[in-house]
């Protein structure tokens, strides 16, 4: 009897301990099939986000391929020219244009010309072949155009807003043309070749290139400050000619050209302009007795020829100007005769004919 009882309560252990096992396996396979499950996808697994503001939004991370630019179409051409326009109203008093290297050198060397013509009611046309950036880019080249308007303003005697277009020449170089909005008969281009510097070495930041080395066929080709546009020295010529043609001048005022006497010890844009602006004169058949050539940083050696009235208004000009020129330092308008190399210029204005270079 004492067996059969033993008997009856191992059995009872026995059906416990299977049904707990029973149990642990179906938990434990409930959780593996889950895991593998949700691994796979097959399962959703659902959980509380965790709250952020858009203040905090995560940073998406960086692409880990590089974006695929499409190329040009195949069919892109240049744009096409805009025909240099004339002289929108008729110059009946005739038009005096002049061709400088850079943003001051009309009204270093060839003023009180300007102002005269713009008194005796001329059009003036006024061109200028470098940006002047001293190979400091852009920034600077855009200051010193704002400043040479500003001081036209002062010539002019009137305050106002100018109009900027943006041409192709028929030679298909770009050019900037500004305008007084009150006044169609000044306009100044800027043609925004680099600064060649003093010696014609050109400057690293623009590939060392320089008017001179142009000029003297050392290099092929310079490039525009403002686009990098190609300029061969004959797309230059072309293009000074195409200008020249466009204005009609009965006065057209360079500076003095390299092979002259008088270039000596002048800036070597200076004289590299002049002999560019000689060469694309004749081509274009403009006549050599419309032409004059302002003498430069030469000029120290002959005596002042400039007081009252004409004077004070030049020098009123140039220090407009300088406002804009971070390079010029005049504290007024009397002060700037003291600027080194140029400074004595201001009070000199010299011209030479074409038989006299």
Known sequence: MEGTRRYARARRRRARLTV???????????????????A??????????????????????????????????????APEPSPTPPPPVACA??????VMAHYDDDLIFANPAITNAIANGQCVRTVFVTAGDAGSGMTYATSRETGILRAYDVLRGVDGEWTE???VLGTGLPVTRFT????????????????????????EATGWESLSRLYGQTIDV????????????????????ELITAAHPTALITLVPGWSWASHRDHSDHSTVGSLVRDSAQAAGLSVDVMRYATGYGNKDKPANLTGDLLDLKLR??????????????????????????????????FLTDGEL
Request: include cysteine; aromatic fraction near 8%.
């Open 40 to 77: 796979t996808g097959l399962i959703p697994i659902f959980a509380t986000p965790t709250p952020w503001s858009s203040a905090e939004s995560p940073t998406p991370a960086p692409p880990t391929t590089t974006p695929q630019v499409p190329e040009p179409p195949a069919t892109s051409t």
């Open 222 to 241: 310079m490039h525009t400050v403002d686009t990098a546009t190609p300029v061969s020295l004959n797309l230059l010529k072309q293009s000074i000619g």
């Open 180 to 203: 007084p909005a009150d006044d169609p008969d000044i306009a100044v281009t800027f043609i925004r070749l680099p600064d060649g510097n003093i010696s014609g070495q050109g400057f």
């Open 93 to 98: 008093a005739g038009t005096t244009m002049s």
């Open 317 to 350: 000009a140039f220090f407009e100007y300088t406002k804009y020129d971070h390079v010029m330092k005049c504290d007024t308008p009397v002060a700037c005769l003291d600027i080194k190399m140029f400074g004595h210029s201001l009070e000199r204005e010299y």
């Open 20 to 38: 707990m096992w029973s149990v642990i396996g179906v938990i434990v396979l409930g959780v593996v099939g889950f895991s593998a499950g949700a």
């Open 165 to 167: 277009e943006h041409l």
